[in-house]
């Protein structure tokens, strides 16, 4: 009789368990989302473009966080310690795959993390002075293929996507002589190149877009897959021969591994019918970005693909974390 018992109590549960799942009335109580990175920035903007659709959609707030330091680990070493519940979340970026190829990370993100939604992509423009010598990505390749030359480049700081455009660049262009400048920040680093310190950047669009329409500084080439809608005459590394060439910031909101799959498929799910809003579009536009609507399975083989990518830079240009 026992056993009967049981095994009625066990048909009982299991055809209850979906009904209850079905019910659950996440989210009960308000969301944190962190952001690596000082307010202001691509990454900070988007987590409030996305905080605020998210608190409309799911009925509790959605809670931005900054916690900048260390290329934005410091914002993912926060859900990697927190409970897997979906109340904890980063709106990260391609950074979590650089870091760990520059052995940077210290956490295992395929391990740790669990990612939910990609939110949109930006690509850098290489910029030089406005009176700089080089004309093209020849004059540039060809002056850091002189043995007694020496091409510097800028950065707010290793392991940022404009520190390793230039790596990439070294490699892909067979340029040894080409020297990394790294700065605390975008706009030093910045005014080292208006006033021609430094011989040329690969500068975040949404900062450097003003500078080359207030003819502070000259664009040679987007580094991206596709030409950007406000500088339409601006070819693509691409384009200009060096193929294959593709380096962009690729923003994404993650959560920390284990969080139940019905949180994940929610949210993912509701992120993605944000993006396709047409105001949503429109904001993520005017910050020189595209948007992306690819969920957990396309945001995993994007890190996936990153890393390696990175590694094989990183490796063939002997990189190392200061």
């Not at 510097?152 to 990439?168: I, K, N, Q």
């Amino acid at each position: 009789m026992k056993l009967i018992h049981l095994l009625a109590a066990f048909v009982t549960t299991c055809a209850l368990a979906p009904a209850l799942a079905q019910g659950d009335p996440y989210p009960t109580h308000p969301i944190k989302l962190y952001v690596g990175f000082a307010p202001g920035g691509a990454t900070d903007l988007l987590a409030r473009l996305y905080s605020a659709k998210l608190t409309e959609r799911l009925g509790q707030p959605v809670i931005v966080e900054n916690r900048p330091g260390s290329g934005g680990n410091v914002a993912v070493q926060q859900i990697t310690q927190a409970s897997a519940d979906g109340y904890t979340l980063v709106m990260a970026a391609n950074y979590v795959a650089i870091n760990a190829a520059l052995k940077r990370n210290a956490y295992d993100w395929e391990r740790d993390l669990a990612p939910v939604a990609l939110i949109a992509s930006t690509p850098n423009l290489l910029v030089v002075p406005t009176n700089s010598k080089f004309k093209t990505l020849s004059d540039i390749a060809n002056a850091a293929r002189d043995n007694k030359g020496n091409v510097t480049f800028g950065s707010p700081g290793m392991g940022s996507t404009v520190h390793l455009a230039g790596e990439l660049f070294k490699l892909m262009a067979k340029a040894p002589n080409m020297t990394h400048v790294a700065y605390k920040g975008v706009s030093p680093a910045e005014l080292d190149l208006v006033s021609g310190t430094i011989d040329l950047m690969f500068d975040s669009i949404s900062t450097a877009v003003p500078l080359v329409k207030g003819e502070k500084l000259r664009p040679l080439a987007v580094t991206g897959q596709q030409r950007i809608k406000e500088l339409p005459d601006v070819p693509t590394m691409d384009e200009l021969g060096l193929k294959g060439f593709d380096v962009e910031a690729t923003y994404m909101v993650v959560a920390p591994a284990k969080t139940p799959t019905p949180i994940i498929q929610k949210l993912s799910a509701t992120i993605a019918e944000i993006s396709r809003q047409p105001e949503v579009q429109r904001v993520i536009e005017n910050l020189y970005a595209i948007p992306l609507t690819g969920g957990p399975t396309q945001a995993t083989a994007f890190l996936k693909t990153e890393e390696e990518k990175w590694t094989s830079v990183v490796q063939a240009n002997g990189l190392k974390i200061d």
